[in-house]
């Protein structure tokens, strides 16, 4: 025998169902909540990404327009997604997006990235998404999108900047120390620290590119012209170093020469007889020492 309902459990049944439903329609509509893990999920589909942090009284104002404009979207059938990212604890994903003002939204399209700068109700920021106003704002450049790699180590030095300001909170709050103190703690350390890394980038200078030895022998002039008076064959580094690497005393042999150059001797010398004809044939085909010049040394 068939079951007959009352209208009262009819009532009840369909009120139960449109409350299991509305449950998983906010369960689906809910904003996403990201941080420095999960932020990738937004490189696939379409998402509206607000940046926001507690203590900012116009990202609490815009709060509740948000959670509604999850709820619309999601009522509207949009593939459209919300999202929010707290900055106090994520401080890399503010660094990642160059969020200089709260709150910041993001319309974000199969991993474009366009910044909204609309009204901040929830009928403006539906038809930007439903209509497609996003496609009139031009997008984020490539060099600048949040998942190029410079934005990646832009992201890693806010991080270590948060690490550093906990260090110096921590510093003063549970150590005491005055604001000087943890400001010279930080000095040293980076002056420390500075310089063991440039040891370090000198050391692996030195490995890549080792300095040249230089396997030239210097010799004097006395010691060359004793290997030309000796018919000894001068390879090509000695002739190169009588050229250029000269050590000799050739100032000294230059002044001798003036010394005894025609020009200056002496009235007295040139009316001196010389004795014998071989003296004389001695002196006329005798000439002037050439003084060499030196010339100038190349670079090794």
């Known amino acids: 025998m068939a079951r007959v ?38 490189l696939e589909g379409e998402w509206m990404v607000e940046f926001y942090a507690p203590w900012c009284p116009a990202c609490n104002a815009l709060a509740p327009a948000w959670r509604e404009l999850s709820t619309r979207a999601s009522r509207k059938s949009l593939a459209m997604r919300a999202a929010a990212v707290d900055v106090t604890k994520s401080p890399g994903l503010s660094g990642r997006f160059v969020v200089t003002a709260l709150p910041t939204i993001f319309h974000v399209k199969d991993g474009e990235f366009r910044q909204y700068k609309g009204p901040r109700d929830v009928d403006a920021m539906l038809s930007f998404v439903e209509q497609q106003r996003w496609k009139q704002t031009e997008p984020i450049p490539s060099w600048k999108a949040p998942h190029s790699l410079q934005m990646s180590l832009v992201a890693e ?3 270590l900047s948060q690490a550093l300001r906990s260090v110096h909170n921590t510093l003063m709050e549970t150590y005491g120390l005055p604001t000087w103190g943890s400001y010279l703690i930080f000095a040293v350390a980076t002056i420390f620290i500075g310089a063991i890394l440039g040891l370090i980038l000198v050391c692996i200078i030195d490995l890549l590119y080792p300095p040249r030895r230089s396997d030239k022998v210097l010799i004097s002039r006395t010691e060359a012209e004793k290997l030309a008076k000796g018919d000894q064959k001068k390879p090509d580094d000695v002739q190169e170093l009588l050229n250029d690497d000269i050590v000799d005393d050739a100032e000294n042999g230059n002044s001798d020469a003036e010394k005894n150059s025609p020009s200056d001797t002496s009235d007295e010398e040139k009316e001196k007889p010389v004795e014998g004809g071989d003296a004389k044939a001695e002196q006329k085909d005798e000439k002037p020492s050439e003084v060499r010049k030196r010339r100038p040394r190349k670079a090794d």
């Open 157 to 159: 030095f806010f991080k």
């Open 5 to 42: 309902y009352t209208v009262s459990e009819i009532l009840q049944k369909i009120l139960f169902f449109s409350f299991l439903l509305s449950c998983l329609t906010c369960l689906v509509s809910a904003n996403r909540e990201l941080n420095e893990d999960n932020w990738k999920e937004i």
